[in-house]
Nanobody, 124 residues
Framework: QVQLVESGGGLVQAGGSLRLSCAAS????????MGWFRQAPGKEREFVAT???????YYSDSVKARFTISRDNAKNTVYLQMNSLKPDDTAVYYC??????????????????WGQGTQVTVSS
């Protein structure tokens, strides 16, 4: 069982930056693929980024070159650095984890554990 706790959300102006963190419980964090998803009001949950246990990263086209996913296995934490934020980035951001090998990890169905989410609001 893995517990995930996100933090770092908030209100920011367009063009600004935020860094989200997701702290995971458990001793095998390094063997988990970690993902970030987001869900805006009235919309389906969508893929943002993945950091596989093999060291590969994947991004959605909408955030590529603006967002960076990273992880610190010693701290059992995955991060999402978000730069050049736009109002369209406003959503609840969720951290997810799975021990399965994923190629891309773009589907929420591929993940077994989820955090409670953190709100990100970007004002224009």
């Amino acid at each position: 069982q893995v517990q995930l706790v996100e933090s770092g959300g908030g209100l920011v102006q367009a063009g600004g930056s935020l860094r989200l963190s997701c702290a995971a419980s458990g001793r095998t964090f390094s063997s988990y693929t970690m993902g970030w998803f987001r869900q805006a009001p009235g919309k389906e949950r969508e893929f943002v980024a993945t950091f596989t246990w093999g060291g590969r990263t994947y991004y959605s086209d909408s955030v590529k070159a603006r967002f960076t996913i990273s992880r610190d296995n010693a701290k059992n934490t995955v991060y999402l650095q978000m730069n050049s934020l736009k109002p369209d980035d406003t959503a609840v951001y969720y951290c997810a984890a799975t021990s399965r090998y994923l190629s891309g990890g773009r589907s929420s169905n591929e993940y077994d554990y989820w955090g409670q989410g953190t709100q990100v609001t970007v004002s224009s």
